[in-house]
């Protein structure tokens, strides 16, 4: 929201300086995010007086000039219009001057004559919408004066962030009372009392609402007689200011509406309105899925079911709080107008804006929330400005469609609440005025004020958020520091609290780095991981997305964490391990709330180790990333875990595994697929891991039980198992384990070899389709220091047992 100072001191009175006002704003929630000088545009532009005139000696439509700018010599300038005369003072643009439009004013030579300059129109300038000649000043401008100096366009234009729950702040009058608040200063509104002459509007237009939902209120005025043309200076300068470009005396009062109350109107061409009976006929409708519409911009909209229109009996007329129809604009033949002044549904509206691609300052206002109650009001004060300047009349009456006003929130504050909540000693007349100064009214009550909240604030529902309204106007920085009430309290982290820590100290002692993305995803990520959800599961779509790539909410952290694998990779960051713990979300067809659940996700990509001179680093694979998920596993107190084989769509089969903890899926791990690495411009391996936090947190146990330390040697012997492919370690870890007895302490898988698959049959090792792995068992007892005496039975009875159970063969 752009605010002209000039402007604003017409509303409310301003007795500091910029820097105090934009401090005060700041500590109010409103931040000023820029302040710019807008005369600066006009430097180098002064006044000037024509001193000849005469014909260019090889252009017919020039004229050579020597023009007087207040220096030891006359300018010769070269120049196009016609609409002046020796002794004229106009507008001189010097070399060097930098125009609003971005020309760059420079000497030149136009059929060989030499132009030390230019002289301007209004429309160069950017202080008015006349292009057909040069802008002629008044006979007692002085020479040489810097025109912005003379005309008095340097102003002050602050640029606001406002928040998406303060639609009232995107108006002046609104920014008035915000100020006036703030610096305890009244604010004026301004009129809105048109005068009235000639037939009613009910008798030349009607107006029929079919989704009063979509249109909680349209209201339509009609304006005869006007000529349309060029605005008045003064109009072009507070539009300009506020950031929008002049087009016509009509156009432009309903821009300055928008800047000035805050409500975005439309003007309609009332002969271009398909009549019905004698009158123009408004329909609000939604399109008919297919149908079409040419927008202002000359594009043909193909509008879908869901989209609000504005149409006639023909068909849509405009787009309802988005852009005009071109068939039905204002244009110089115009000679009446149907004013429109309505408020449309803030989801409909973004909805349709997004779709399109039209976000204008219109639809910006109806996606955070027009007030109803301003419209009448806004088409009052539209009609007023348009009789000035359009020299039209005014038809008596607004037809206005209205079916359910709604009621204003009354909401009960409490003096001592506030001072409880707040800690500081705010009186209740104090937190009155206050409120009374934001447009509120307020009735005495038992332990407090009745607040009536007006309907231009739908974002004070609660009684906290009136408390929130006193103490930034009241002063946060007057909030004296104190330390949290409360005596003999501990303070400790919850069992929540505690496992998210351990999620987070295992993680990085494996090696990855925190890594914190956006909660919101791509719909196209579904296709390029190949997702598929469970029953009755969909993404959340958002309202009012940011872009189209970030339009639903994360259902995986996985497509996340290979766009920041792809984007480190293209900065030539190929060494990238990260995690990441976040919801992801999913809903269901109908459902109001979406479900969220916690994750942890986990990708690993290049080596652990920089490459040496004699060798190169190891790639990480899917053993890397099974460590770091055993690592926090073993953190979180979770046992009985096991890895078994999984198809994924986006892993690669063979490299992939689903965990299972007490026979529950809890997530996956795996190598993604190569064609999910192309989709996401990544560079393989890479190993991804996703678990579910909840089920970990609840198989999970804090207690750790002691293990006395080993007061005797163990004894360690290796084996080497020939197996079918089919056959896992996991599988024979299990056999020996089983089979083992007391005396088995631990068990260490070391090596897998298989035969290369081009080895010629005489170099083969082992048999097609075998594989061998080499185990490492350790044997201890707590008693005594085992002897092979000792040992070695044990150890034939693991190797018997394993091999029937398994069919594995002890390699020699």
């Known amino acids: 929201m752009r605010v002209s100072l000039k402007w604003l001191s017409e509303l409310v009175d301003i007795d500091v300086d910029v820097s105090t006002l934009c401090d005060r704003l700041d500590m109010t929630g409103t931040k000023v995010e820029a302040v710019h000088m807008t005369g600066a545009t006009l430097d180098g532009v002064v006044v000037g007086q024509v001193l000849t005139k005469d014909p260019h000696p090889e252009a017919d439509k020039l004229s050579c000039c020597t023009v007087d700018v207040g220096e030891a010599e006359a300018l010769s300038i070269v120049c196009g219009a016609t609409n002046f005369k020796a002794g004229d003072k106009v ?80 108006s002046m009058v609104g920014v008035a009372r915000e100020v006036g608040a703030v610096m305890g200063s009244p604010f004026k509104t301004p009129a809105s009392l048109p005068e009235e002459a000639g037939a009613p509007a009910a008798g030349a237009v009607t107006v029929r609402v079919d989704n009063p939902d979509l249109c909680p209120r349209y209201t339509a005025r009609v304006m005869r007689g006007v000529k ?122 973004s909805r349709t804006s997004r779709r399109l691609g039209l976000i204008s300052e219109a639809s910006l206002r109806f996606e955070r929330g027009v007030d109803p109650e301003l419209a009448a009001r806004a088409s009052d004060r539209a009609a007023q400005l348009l009789a000035e300047v359009s020299g039209g009349t005014v038809a008596p009456g607004i037809v206005d469609v209205y079916p359910a006003a709604p009621e204003p929130c009354v909401l009960r504050l409490r003096g001592e609440r506030l001072r409880a909540i707040i800690g500081a000693p705010i009186t209740d007349d104090e937190a009155a005025s206050i409120l009374v100064s934001l447009g509120l009214t307020l009735e005495p009550a038992e332990d407090g004020f009745d607040v009536t909240v007006p309907t231009f604030r739908p974002d004070l529902v609660r009684e906290i958020d009136l408390i929130e309204e006193v103490v930034r106007v009241w002063g946060m920085e007057r909030v004296p520091s104190t330390f949290p009430g409360g005596r003999e309290r501990v303070g400790a982290l919850t069992a929540g609290q505690q496992r998210d820590l351990s999620i987070g100290v295992a993680l990085r002692a494996a090696g990855l780095n925190e890594h914190i993305g956006y909660a919101f995803a791509d719909p196209r990520d579904m296709e390029r991981l190949g997702w598929e959800l469970g029953p009755d599961e969909v993404p959340v779509e958002l309202i009012n997305p940011m872009s189209e790539e970030q339009a639903v909410m994360r259902w995986t952290l996985a497509a996340g964490l290979l766009r920041a694998v792809s984007y480190n990779q293209r900065r030539g960051a190929g060494d990238v391990h990260i995690y990441e713990l976040g919801n992801v979300f999913v809903t269901a067809p109908g459902r109001k709330q979406p479900k969220q659940r916690l994750m942890v996700g986990g990708v690993l990509a290049g080596a652990w180790e920089r490459p040496s001179w004699d060798q190169d680093a190891r790639p990480l694979d899917f053993f890397d990333g099974k460590g770091a998920v055993e690592t926090l596993l073993t953190e979180l107190g979770v046992d009985r875990v096991k890895f078994r084989t999984s198809e994924r769509a986006w892993l690669q089969a063979g490299r992939s595994a689903d965990v299972i903890v007490r026979g529950d899926v809890v997530g996956w791990i795996g190598e993604v697929a190569p064609q999910v690495l192309d989709a996401y411009g990544a560079t393989g391996p890479v190993t991804m891991f996703e678990l579910g936090v909840a089920p970990l947190g609840k198989a999970g146990t804090r207690t750790r039980a002691y293990s006395e330390v080993p007061r005797y040697p163990s004894v360690n012997l290796d084996i080497a198992l020939v197996v079918d492919e089919e056959v896992t370690s996991e599988q024979l870890v299990h056999a020996m384990t089983s089979a083992g007895g007391k005396l088995l302490d631990g068990i260490r898988l070391f090596d897998v070899y298989r035969d290369p698959q081009d080895a010629p049959a005489g170099e083969r090792r082992l048999p097609e389709g075998k594989k061998s792995l080499a185990f490492s068992l350790s044997y201890r007892s707590n008693e005594q220091t085992l002897s092979d005496e000792v040992v070695r039975p044990v150890h034939e009875k693991l190797l018997a047992k394993v091999c029937r159970a398994t069919g594995a063969e002890v390699r020699g």
């Open 91 to 170: 507008p001189v643009a010097t070399v060097g001057a930098t125009l609003p439009n971005g020309m760059t004013i420079k000497k030149a030579k136009l059929r060989g004559q030499v132009s030390m300059g230019m002289m301007c129109s209004s429309t160069e300038l950017a202080v008015g919408g006349d292009a057909s000649g040069l802008l002629i000043l008044p006979e007692d401008a002085p020479i040489g004066v810097a025109y912005g100096t003379y005309a008095g366009l340097s102003d002050t234009v602050l640029e606001l962030e406002v928040t998406p729950n303060r639609p009232d702040c995107l």
């Open 228 to 349: 349309v043309g060029p605005s008045p200076d003064w109009l072009v300068q507070r539009i300009t200011a506020a950031g929008a470009r002049p087009i016509n005396n009509v156009v432009d009062v309903t821009n300055y509406i928008l800047f000035e109350l805050g409500q975005p109107l439309h003007a309609f061409d009332l002969d271009k309105i398909a009549a019905s009976g004698g009158k123009a006929e408004i329909i609000v409708r939604t399109a008919i899925e297919g149908e079409e519409l040419k927008t202002l911009d000359g594009q043909v909209r193909r509008l879908a079911a869901d989209t609000l229109v504005i149409a006639d009996t023909r068909g849509p007329v405009a787009l309802a709080g988005v852009m005009g129809g071109e068939d039905s604009e204002v244009s110089d033949q115009t000679v009446d107008v149907l004013l429109e002044s309505a408020c449309f549904d803030t989801s409909t509206t």
